[in-house]
DNA sequence: GGCCAGGACACCA
DNA sequence: TGGTGTCATGGC
């Protein structure tokens, strides 16, 4: 039986929840994609959509040989659309993915390697001003297509934490970032697993069972704590 | 038939 | 700055 970790110990129980999880799950692989780009649209595809839904668009896109830069550049908005039909919001969906790569094609010639090699506070800040890249979109490019360490905060992220009752002390995305930066080695591949886990528990175990029986975490798996760190 | 899913943006007070 | 409406298909 692991030793379970004080409540005020935000680092070293975060680190209990990372091996809990890899016991329980095992390690992902993240993300789930052939190559960077597929990464940046699968990022933007999966806003608010199931997986399922966004592999069908991906499977679409690369039937079609669109699922390139400069591919999805020269065709309309609603060509995108038709074949992102399945994630839902296609239309919107196929503005911004239409406005990265315009974007892309402006100022980085349809690549994504110069854009890539910008230290992470840059690569972010230019990533938050294209239309429909918001700050999990971003920060899931910067980790995952881009393999820098940024902690990525999702539905599934803010669910767990408080299901353990874990409170960063305010339900921003950036308190919950923090939270996590502040207390976990600076590591890319730690960043992405751990992620990448929270998502897979997410779907397992959190929605399927709300009341947490069976749950790998359910030691501090408790509603009632309520750790505030600064 | 109702509810929810790995957000982001526009608009308003 | 924070709250609310909108975008929408597919699976359970």
């Keep these: 039986m692991d030793i379970i970790p004080p409540v005020e110990d935000i680092s070293e129980r975060l680190l209990f929840i990372?091996?809990?999880?890899?016991q329980c799950y095992g390690a992902q692989h993240w993300w789930p994609a052939d190559g960077d780009f597929e990464i940046v649209v699968g990022a933007i595809l999966t806003q608010m959509t199931t997986w399922s839904n966004v592999e069908k668009a991906i499977d679409n896109l690369k039937s079609h040989n669109l699922l390139s830069p400069a591919a999805l550049y020269q065709i309309p908005t609603s060509e995108i659309a038709e074949e992102i039909y399945s994630t839902g919001f296609y239309k919107s969906k196929a503005r911004k993915i239409k406005a990265f790569v315009t974007w892309l094609h402006d100022y980085y010639n349809d690549s994504l390697d110069g854009l890539f090699t910008l230290p992470v506070l840059s690569l972010r800040e230019i990533l938050l001003s294209v239309y429909g890249i918001g700050e999990e979109t971003a920060d899931s490019i910067i980790l995952y297509a881009a393999r820098k360490p940024v902690f990525v905060i999702d539905a599934y992220t803010r669910r767990i934490m408080q299901r353990i009752g874990i409170n960063p002390g305010g339900d921003s995305y950036h308190s919950f970032?923090?939270?996590?930066?502040?207390?976990?080695?600076?590591?890319?591949?730690?960043?992405?697993?751990?992620?990448?886990?929270?998502?897979?528990?997410?779907?397992e175990r959190c929605r399927a069972r709300p009341d947490c029986a069976g749950?790998?975490?359910?030691?501090?798996?408790?509603?009632?704590?309520?750790?505030v760190s600064g």
């Design 177 to 203: 970032q923090a939270l996590f930066m502040g207390n976990l080695p600076v590591n890319e591949k730690t960043y992405n697993e751990y992620h990448a886990l929270f998502v897979r528990h997410g779907k």
């Design 18 to 22: 990372y091996d809990r999880l890899l």
């Design 215 to 227: 749950c790998c975490l359910s030691a501090i798996c408790s509603h009632r704590n309520s750790i």
